[in-house]
């Protein structure tokens, strides 16, 4: 089987799966880099091969892109050729890294120094619900409920649906923001001159904000979500809540929060201080 043979069977194979956009193109991505780096026939590839491209490529990257290398080849020759040439090869562990997240006042200060109301309006609703960014650019005008004062994701990650709340502060310039689209002819929230937004576009939006705001940390549409559910933490609601409306399958990914959470932290008293007043 030819590399493009094989690359093709494997989108049409991830599509049947319903696997997700973003899925699809890393797993094309994996297996091609790999057979492009072997310069072999999927059939010609063996444990060895794969040890070697790691070893070559990926040796200074993050866990992470290993993991997900293995199991984008694991993926394609499990299901098209019936055999999986990294059962033997040892995943690393995940490093266990705290995500960054925004104080009150940097989140303020990054949504007044958005350049443009459309900017400042996608920035506001990330931060608002938790959006991932995938989610925010395939936001459809049908999925914003305002009898209910609720918005649907659909198909998030996970193949899930869930909801989030309109906030209030937002609901007169999301009404504005539907009219523009409707009269553009368009179904999603929001777009871009070619139509639909990019997820790069939304990451350089936030990083040439975030420099305007003058914030020195490394500020990705992704912080946003995890501000949000650390303030929210930081709040006093409840980790369950946030699990569901983050949208994670599993709790202990919501409880990385449990961690990061300064404001919780500076409440506890120090036993010195208790040892003192008595």
């Not at 992470?64 to 984008?72: E, K, N, P, Q, V």
């Not at 900017?119 to 209910?148: C, H, P, Q, W």
């Amino acid at each position: 089987m030819e590399k493009e043979d094989f690359l093709k069977k494997l989108q049409i194979e991830l599509k049947i799966s319903k696997n997700s956009p973003h899925t699809l193109k890393n797993y094309l991505k994996a297996n091609d880099s790999l057979l492009i780096f072997l310069n072999k026939h999927p059939l010609e590839v063996k444990e060895d091969d794969i040890k070697l491209y790691l070893s070559e490529k990926l040796e200074n990257r993050a866990a992470s892109s290993t993991i997900l290398f293995l199991s984008a080849i694991k993926y394609a020759y499990s299901n098209l050729l019936k055999f999986d040439p990294t059962i033997n090869i040892k995943r690393p562990k995940r490093e266990k890294k705290l995500p960054t997240v925004l104080t009150t006042d940097e989140t303020k200060s990054l949504l007044n120094s958005c350049e443009t109301k459309k900017s400042k309006l996608m920035l506001s609703l990330l931060y608002a619900t938790g959006m991932r960014v995938s989610e925010i650019i395939n936001l459809e005008l049908k999925d914003l409920v305002f009898e209910e004062n609720i918005g649907y994701i659909r198909q998030a990650k996970g193949n899930k649906d869930r909801i989030f709340n309109i906030p209030n502060f937002l609901k007169k310039d999301l009404l504005k923001q539907i009219k523009h689209q409707t009269d553009l002819n368009q179904n999603l929230l929001f777009s871009g001159p070619k139509g639909k937004l990019s997820s790069r576009n939304l990451q350089k939006i936030v990083q040439l904000t975030a420099k305007k705001a003058n914030i020195k940390k490394e500020v990705h549409p992704h912080t946003l979500r995890h501000s949000f559910a650390t303030h929210l933490l930081e709040s006093g609601v409840d980790i369950r809540k946030i699990q569901e409306l983050l949208g994670h399958a599993d709790l202990s990914t919501t409880q990385i929060y449990t961690h990061i959470s300064k404001e919780e932290l500076k409440k506890i008293a120090s036993p010195l201080d208790n040892l003192m007043k008595s």
